[in-house]
């Protein structure tokens, strides 16, 4: 890069050429002013940390979105010219290379775009550098415009993108002859929503046709407004002691689980539980829980019978359904002695 200093006419070029100004919310960072004629650039990478106060800065703003343009000038030196774009790693000196476009050949005195293939994801704080070689890459400012900032690498040393580097030195009062479009990137997905993004809403596609949104899976079934309609129709007298248990029949109009409890009641002989039992029902199918009779309370029911008194479970059934609604009911079984046998 250069070391000579010279004077140069202050009038300021912007790149406000560079798009037409309209409503769009692309911003356009960096800025091309008066090429310093007298140096030519030796193709080190550089970046341009600052800008002088009242001046279009060289940083992506806040919000990012994607660079899908850039723009050169030269002066009486022709070379190649390569955007790069460097992300402070937050170590003093330190860049990541966020990405790259070029080089492309410049010619002598001219100011060209680039824009076919240009897609670069920023963010916010990113900054423009270059590569330049054999051209004017840099305007030369006065030694009192010291806000315009820039920082160098080796020679040698051009980071790719995804890599990083640390710099070699500062230079101030010079700006770098580099200017961007940045087009804001509301879906993400890296690419330009104003430029580039057909589908700006729709993270998953940049081209038409745009996927059709598809429609929400269907919910949780319909939660039952009210609860179940419990049915119990159990044998009202059961010779129980030969089966070991209290069967009870239940039903009810929609899916449910039932639980089922009870209790016998012995004349002499005291009162005992039942072993309680579950079991699902499909809607309006009947059901039969077995609820088991104690062994000791067999023996007593078996001697009260035979003693010619009456023996009574009385059972209850609660049904609960698929939304926690419950019904409950409950029946009275007379507990008999089986049939003689016949001989
Ligand atoms: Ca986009
Ligand atoms: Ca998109």
């Given amino acids: 890069m250069r070391a000579i200093r010279v004077s140069i006419p202050l009038f300021l070029l912007t790149i406000a050429a560079l798009v037409p100004c309209t409503a769009s919310a692309a911003t356009t960072i960096g800025q091309l002013l008066p090429p310093f004629a007298a140096g030519s650039c030796a193709g080190r990478a550089v ?6 106060t009242g001046t279009n800065g060289y940083a992506v703003p806040a919000g990012g979105g994607v660079i899908t343009a850039w723009k050169t000038q030269t002066g009486p030196q022709a070379g190649t010219m390569k955007l790069k774009v460097f992300r402070p790693t937050g170590v003093p000196g330190e860049f990541l290379s966020v990405g790259e476009e070029g080089p492309h050949s410049v010619a002598a005195n001219t100011a060209p775009t680039f824009a076919s293939g240009v897609r670069i994801p920023v963010q916010a704080g990113d900054m423009l550098g270059l590569v330049g070689a054999g051209l004017n890459c840099e305007s030369e400012y006065m030694a009192t415009k010291t806000g315009y900032k820039s920082q160098v690498f080796p020679m040698g040393v051009d980071p790719a ?10 230079s101030t009062g010079f700006a770098l002859e580099i200017a961007a479009i940045v087009e804001p990137d509301a879906d993400h997905d890296g690419y330009g929503d104003e430029t580039q993004d057909a589908c700006p809403a729709d993270a998953t596609a940049h081209t038409f046709p745009c996927p059709v949104p598809t429609p929400a899976p269907p919910g949780p079934a319909p939660t039952p407004d009210s609860p179940p309609v419990l049915t119990l129709s ?12 209290v069967i009870v029949a239940a039903s009810a109009n929609e899916a449910v689980t039932f639980r089922a ?8 002989g005291g009162a005992f539980s039942l072993i309680p039992t579950s079991a699902a029902g499909a809607p309006s199918a009947k059901v039969k829980l077995p609820l088991g009779i104690p062994k000791v309370a067999r023996a007593k029911i078996r001697a009260a019978l035979r003693a010619g008194k009456k023996v009574r479970a009385n059972v209850h ?3 609960t359904d698929s939304a926690g609604q419950t019904s409950n009911a409950g029946q009275a079984v007379m507990i008999v002695s089986p049939p003689p046998k016949r001989r």
């Fill in 161 to 170: 993108p995804g890599t990083t580097a640390t710099i070699e030195g500062n």
């Fill in 234 to 245: 159990s044998r009202a007298k059961q010779a129980a002691l030969k089966s070991k248990a």
């Fill in 261 to 268: 409890t009870g209790s016998v009641a012995v004349p002499g």
């Fill in 47 to 52: 970046v341009q940390v600052s800008a002088e």
């Fill in 317 to 319: 059934v609660v049904a």
